[in-house]
């Protein structure tokens, strides 16, 4: 009942204060426009490139909400609301991530299969890395809000953020691409890569939400 | 506000802190303080900045530990109004007090008393981020209104307001004492409240 509303109030906050997907879809889209320009014309080059840099610039785009996901509400003193609100910290970062993942990153798949194509890869494997981004997305973006509590309302928070999340997003990173370039050379490993991605999202669902309400806690003391 | 449409009469609330310690960034500001307030009763803090005021609200909330001792808050959790109100500057007001009604389990009679009570109504449909330092004030009142929360913990409740804020600020909280609520404010200016416990932190800390 007070996770739903929490989930509504979120989703409606994305949009109303936020841009909703705008922001990070953007950043998505510049990175996978600009990267071609680096790596030259060579179409042979640009496909096999193609699951690596798209994943990646996916990755970088769910780093964009992070900071502002947590560090709002510890400035203008919704993180002392919500601690009392009887919802435990824990619960209000996870119902934040989702309402995050649903209401702002939701495009990060459609970009990845367009993204695909355009970089040559064949239309089988620009569906299964989009799937792929599909089933890392949730995870991506829960790591990126364990990272944002833990530096909600520090100087410099977004710079933390990408050094605490990075690394913690590698796995997702790693079988997301992995399928796509799999499913490209025809290996029959783009279903475990993709279940991995989604193991990798789940376990990333349980733990990063406890973390993240664990640092919130500690940020309020 | 008729006698009918008030909400019922507040559980029996208590509020009490027992030799309670108190310290923030390794200096100590509240040593030993006891403290014990029953329904209808309301306690006003004062005290020069720095004194701990906020720190000893936070404690009483049960937001930070104390160094030592320990806070006893029935039925808790408290009603938190903070520094800030926790408004988000795209959010209407009165999507935000129906956002916190539902959180609390209120109904639409409960927002419709509180924000008349702080005088929001015409207000509703603006976005917090429009609205003036008292009024933000009074929307955060509203909020704290409709939470149905017994203990009120209150940090510079009346600061930005105006005289007339003031007044439906001390109507609110003889509002709610007289139902069996009970209300802790940290303030520099005089609230006007009749009948309230004091406790001057400076004296304490100077004791």
């Known amino acids: 009942m007070s996770a739903r509303a929490l989930f509504v109030r979120e989703w409606r906050l994305a949009f109303a204060g936020g841009g909703g997907p705008a922001g990070p879809a953007a950043f998505n889209l510049a990175a996978l426009a600009l990267a071609p320009l680096a790596i030259g014309p060579d179409t042979a080059t640009l496909a096999a490139a193609g699951p690596g840099v798209i994943t990646f610039a996916a990755l970088l785009a769910s780093l964009q909400g992070a900071e502002r996901m947590f560090g709002d509400d510890a400035g203008d003193g919704t993180l002392e609301l919500y601690a009392l609100s009887g919802l435990s910290l824990s619960m209000a970062a996870l119902v934040k991530a989702l309402a995050f993942t649903l209401a702002v990153f939701w495009p990060a798949p459609l970009l990845a299969a367009l993204g695909g194509l355009a970089y040559g890869l064949t239309l089988e494997a620009a569906l299964v890395l989009a799937a792929g981004i599909a089933l890392a997305a949730p995870g991506l973006v829960f790591i990126a809000a364990f990272a944002g509590a833990l530096a909600a309302g520090l100087r410099r928070a977004g710079l933390l953020i990408a050094l605490i999340a990075a690394p913690l997003q590698a796995p997702l990173l790693v079988f997301a691409a992995g399928a796509a370039r799999s499913a490209m050379d025809g290996t029959d490993l783009a279903g475990p890569n993709l279940m991995l991605a989604l193991a990798a999202s789940l376990i990333a669902g349980v733990l990063a939400p406890l973390g993240a309400g664990a640092a919130l806690r500690a940020r309020l003391d | ?207």
Not at chain 2, 70 to 75: A, M, Q, S
Not at chain 2, 125 to 130: D, I, L, V, W
Not at chain 2, 152 to 172: I, N, Q, S, T, V
């Open chain 2, 1 to 207: 506000m008729d006698q009918t449409s008030r909400p019922p009469a507040l559980p029996d609330a208590r509020l009490e802190a027992r030799a309670l310690r108190l310290e923030r960034g390794g200096k100590m500001l509240v040593r030993d303080l006891s403290l014990s307030l029953t329904p209808g009763q309301a306690l006003v803090l004062t005290g020069p900045n720095g004194a701990g005021k906020t720190t000893l609200l936070r404690a009483l909330a049960g937001l930070l530990r104390p160094a030592g001792g320990e806070v006893v808050l029935t039925p808790g959790p408290a009603g938190w109004l903070g520094h800030s109100e926790g408004l988000k500057p795209g959010e209407r007001v009165s999507e935000m007090l129906a956002f916190w009604a539902a959180l609390s389990g209120a109904g639409p009679d409960a927002i419709e008393a509180a924000s008349r009570a702080m005088a929001l109504g015409h207000l509703a449909r603006r976005p917090c981020g429009a609205l003036s330092a008292g009024q933000k004030r009074r929307a955060g009142l509203a909020r704290l209104a409709l939470s149905g929360r017994a203990v009120w913990l209150m940090d510079e409740p009346a600061a930005p307001l105006d005289a007339a804020g003031r007044e439906r600020l001390a109507r609110l909280v003889a509002g709610h004492r007289a139902r069996g609520g009970i209300v802790a404010a940290a303030t520099h200016a005089d609230l006007g409240w009749p009948d309230v416990e004091r406790l001057d932190l400076g004296l304490e800390a100077a004791a």
